[in-house]
C-alpha cells in the first residue's frame, strides 16, 4: 500500500509505504461502536443531580391525622408526590458511566477507523508541519494550498473540519492553528477513534515517524 506525501503547499513531493495491518483493515462497526462508547462514558462527568425525599427541606411532620379528614393519607410533605418533595429515581451525580476499554481492542478499533478513512481519502500525509513562528495566518495559507487537492476541497469548511496529527510537539505549529475553530491539533502518540471520527479529515505530518509511532502501538501488550 502506498500514498502520496505533500509539503505546506499543496505539492507532491514523495510516496509512503503503509502497513496493511494499520491501513488495511476491513470495517468493524461493533468494535468501533464499543470502544467509542466506552470512551465517551469514560469522559462523562455526571453533574445532573436530584435530591430525594430524605435530602430536600421541610417538615417531617404528618400534613394531618391518618383518619377522619376525608382526605388521602399522607405521612409526609417531603413525598415525591407533594410540590416540593423529593424526587424518585431522578438522576444522581454519583452515578458512574465508565467502562474498561481493553488495550487491543482500542487500538484495533484506531486502526480500523484509520483504514476507513485512508479507503474513503479522507487522509493526508504531510512531509513537514513546521512553524517558525505562531502566526495564524501562515497557517490558513496551508489550509488553502491543501483544500486545492483533489478531494479535499472541504478543507474550509466552517465546522469539524479536520484533525492535525503531529508527529511531536511543536508548540509553534499548535498555536498557529489554536485559532480554527473547525479543526483541532494533537499527537499521534496519543491519537484514539473519537478523534478521528469527530472530524471529517486527518492530517499526518512527517508519515514515516507517524506510521513508526502507529505501528509500536500494534506491538504493545
Do not use: C
Not at 76 to 92: D, E, L, N, T
Amino acid at each position: 500500500m502506498q500514498s502520496i506525501i505533500y509539503n505546506q503547499k499543496g505539492q507532491e513531493v514523495g510516496k509512503t509505504e503503509l502497513p496493511e495491518r494499520v491501513f488495511g483493515l476491513s470495517w468493524n462497526e461493533k468494535l468501533v461502536h464499543q470502544v467509542v462508547t466506552s470512551m465517551t462514558g469514560n469522559a462523562r462527568i455526571p453533574i445532573a443531580h436530584t435530591k430525594n425525599r430524605g435530602e430536600v427541606s421541610g417538615t417531617g411532620k404528618k400534613p394531618w391525622k391518618q383518619k377522619g379528614t376525608g382526605r388521602a393519607r399522607h405521612g409526609s410533605r417531603r413525598s415525591p408526590i407533594w410540590v416540593g418533595g423529593g424526587v424518585a429515581h431522578g438522576p444522581r451525580n454519583e452515578r458512574d458511566y465508565s467502562r474498561k476499554i481493553n488495550k487491543k481492542m482500542k487500538t484495533q478499533a484506531l486502526f480500523t477507523v484509520l483504514s476507513r478513512k485512508f479507503n474513503d481519502g479522507q487522509i493526508i500525509f504531510m512531509d513537514n508541519l513546521e512553524m517558525q513562528k505562531p502566526k495564524t495566518a501562515e497557517a490558513k495559507k496551508t489550509i488553502d494550498f491543501l483544500s486545492k487537492i483533489k478531494g479535499f476541497e472541504k478543507l474550509g469548511n466552517k465546522k469539524n473540519v479536520a484533525f492535525l496529527s503531529l508527529s511531536e510537539p511543536n508548540p509553534n505549529t499548535e498555536k498557529s492553528f489554536s485559532n480554527f475553530n473547525n479543526m483541532e491539533v494533537g499527537l499521534t502518540k496519543d491519537l484514539n477513534p473519537l478523534d478521528i471520527l469527530n472530524y471529517k479529515y486527518l492530517i499526518l505530518e512527517n508519515p514515516e515517524e507517524s506510521i513508526k509511532t502507529l505501528s509500536k502501538r500494534s506491538n504493545k501488550k
